[in-house]
């Protein structure tokens, strides 16, 4: 039986990375976007493009539209979302899950949901940079695995 093993790796060189971040809950999601563009340089990625839109509802059309480019090989979505300042918290927040989720797909490529969903500031602050880390700098680790997978497969089928 012949076995083969396909996995990414946290060397980013030569890849071409989109963050999308949302203004909304800006004090969060600079933060966010410091964690990412610190994990991507980590990662060696020298090739980074940002594009801000207003909310978090916004982020999966500017994603769609950067992942079908054919400029990147991954995309970073980053925003926040918190239940105290939005009366309609679950329907920003899943309807962005969704639509970045529907890029990805669409896109064939990875579009990494950093999105920060808390009940409040402080929580959010803690995902942030906080205690519990920066889920920025998670999607950024998470994008260029994913598409470091994508080209070992893509070399490899």
């Known amino acids: 039986m012949r076995v083969r093993t396909f996995e990414g790796s946290l060397d980013g060189r030569g890849l071409r990375v989109a963050v999308v971040v949302s203004r909304f809950n800006e004090a969060t999601t600079r933060l966010l976007l410091e964690g990412a563009l610190d994990g991507l340089r980590r990662c060696g990625v020298e090739e980074v493009d940002v594009a801000w839109v207003p909310g978090a509802f916004e982020i999966p059309p500017a994603a769609s539209h950067l992942a079908r480019s054919g400029r990147y090989q991954a995309v970073v979505c980053l925003g926040a979302v ?28 990875p579009v990494v949901y950093g999105v920060v969903t808390a009940d409040n500031t402080e929580q959010a602050a803690e995902r942030s940079g906080g205690k519990a880390g920066n889920r920025g700098r998670d999607a950024a680790l998470v994008a260029v695995e994913m598409a470091t997978l994508l080209r070992a497969l893509q070399g490899g089928l």
């Not at 918190?82 to 490529?109: C, D, K, M, N």
């Open 82 to 109: 918190v239940r105290g300042e939005t009366p309609h918290f679950e329907y920003v927040a899943g309807q962005s899950a969704a639509g970045i989720a529907r890029v990805g797909l669409e896109a064939g490529l």
